[in-house]
């Protein structure tokens, strides 16, 4: 009966250890696109003031939002 429950518990550790070789392998490739970011997605949710396909523009609203969201020396200014 030991030895039974013995080979039980080999067997589910081996099949577990087997199972951890399926995962497949995860890369950081990211999203790739053949549009440039700046070409826009198609959707009604965009700043005003920019306009796609415009990369002069969206250049733009980038600084324009590094500026006054991201800036720390422009946001503690304000009290």
């Known amino acids: 009966m030991i030895q039974r429950l013995h080979l039980i518990v080999i067997t589910a550790l081996a099949a577990g250890a087997l199972a951890a070789c ?3 392998p995860q ?3 990211g999203i790739r696109s053949d549009a440039a970011p700046y070409a ?3 959707s009604n949710f965009t700043e ?3 306009k796609a396909g415009d990369k002069a523009s969206w250049e733009a ?3 324009a939002r590094q500026q006054y969201g991201q800036n720390e020396y422009t946001r503690s200014q304000t009290k």
């Open 27 to 29: 890369t950081g490739a």
């Open 61 to 63: 609203q980038l600084k």
């Open 22 to 24: 399926g995962e497949k």
């Open 48 to 50: 005003p003031g920019w």
């Open 40 to 42: 826009g997605t198609g």
